[in-house]
């Protein structure tokens, strides 16, 4: 909830900027502040000239850069609730995608934070000698979306069911998107909107 609202005052920011900017006896201090406060949030023009409601779960995996397409966290049904847990803190992440033994890179469900606070620590039950797939969200319990999916779609599915991670599945597991990155493809989208905004007024649009 931070983060969506550290993003929603970074659009407000933008769009303050770009009215100060146009308007006669601006403060040359005021906008500076501005610039790098906007400057701090970095946009990707092939998803502003796509449009918001044109983007879909792909074109975010993609920004997240080609190195880290699939660069989501995982672990087995097998391996202990302590070691997943552990994984998570080292990694600064509150879930895992769960996969089936083997190497197809198949689904089995997903292990979050709340699992553990809810079926483990709350539970008093040992997470060393607890696996995995005791405590899981089982795949056919499991909320996925498909890369084809438009990111509001996404957005709307993640709000709705309370969710901050999200599989992306083609039939095997691809990529994981969060929050974060579904607010960031907003607040890129708008800062293009600004931008055009800001170009029309100069002229640039004829």
């Known amino acids: ?16 900027l770009a009215v100060l900017q146009h308007s006669p006896g601006r403060e040359a201090a005021e906008i500076k502040r501005l610039n790098l406060r906007a400057g701090s949030v970095t946009s990707s023009p092939s998803m ?10 792909e074109d975010v995996l993609m920004i997240k850069g080609e190195e880290n397409v699939g660069s989501w966290l995982w672990c087995h049904t097998y391996d202990s609730v ?18 089936k033994p083997g190497d197809k890179q198949l689904i089995a469900g997903i292990i979050t934070e709340r699992d553990y606070l809810k079926k483990i620590a709350a539970e008093g039950r040992p997470a060393k000698y607890t696996r995995v797939g005791d405590i899981m969200t089982e795949e056919n319990k499991l909320i996925t979306v498909t ?34 990155d579904v607010v960031r493809a907003v607040v890129e989208q ?4 600004v931008r055009r905004l800001s170009e029309f007024i100069r002229g640039d649009y004829y």
């Open 147 to 180: 890369s084809d999916m438009k990111i509001l779609q996404a957005m709307q599915i993640m709000t709705e069911n309370h969710i901050r991670h999200v599989p992306v599945v083609d039939g095997k597991i691809i990529g994981m998107i969060s929050i974060v």
């Open 48 to 57: 502003q000239h796509r449009g918001l409601e044109n983007t879909t779960v």
């Open 1 to 16: 909830m931070q983060g969506l609202l550290r993003a929603v005052r970074s659009c407000q920011e933008m769009v303050k």
């Open 82 to 99: 302590h070691d997943a847990v552990k994984q998570m803190a080292q990694n600064n992440v509150g879930s895992l995608v769960v996969l």
């Open 190 to 193: 708008q800062s293009g909107d």
